[in-house]
């Protein structure tokens, strides 16, 4: 069965970094791309970045553009999400998904496989 498995979240500053990861099990990792979307409390989920099969292609929330990186190891079967200089707003849970479709989608509804979340508060 499919697993997704995200870690790294945390409280940290405003202006702090943190590193997310996100294993996956089941499935065969570099025939999926792999995003990431975050939902803060009382409002929907968001995309916030999404990477390529072979992560030759990467793509950003225009909020997280110059802040977070996206990147993966298809020998890891693992995709990060680096994020620096954290603010308040970047406040959620977030979430990795896999995506089996090589198009740039960007709602939660084209992705097939989900991991639990893991939380992450900026405070200020």
């Known amino acids: 069965q499919v697993q997704l498995v995200e870690s790294g979240g945390g409280l940290v500053q405003a202006g702090g970094s943190l590193r997310l990861s996100c294993a996956a099990s089941?499935?065969?990792?570099?025939?999926?791309?792999m995003g990431w979307f975050r939902q803060a409390p009382g409002k929907e989920r968001e995309f916030v970045s999404r990477?390529?099969?072979?992560?030759?292609?990467?793509y950003y929330q225009d909020s997280v553009k110059g802040r977070f990186t996206i990147s993966r190891d298809n020998a890891k079967n693992t995709v990060y999400l680096q994020m620096n200089s954290l603010k308040p707003e970047d406040t959620a849970v977030y979430f990795c998904a896999a995506d089996r479709n090589n198009v740039p989608i960007r709602t939660p509804a084209g992705y097939e496989y989900w991991g639990q979340g893991t939380q992450v508060t900026v405070s200020s």
């Open positions: 089941g499935l065969t990792f570099s025939g999926y791309a």
């Open positions: 990477i390529s099969r072979s992560g030759g292609n990467t």
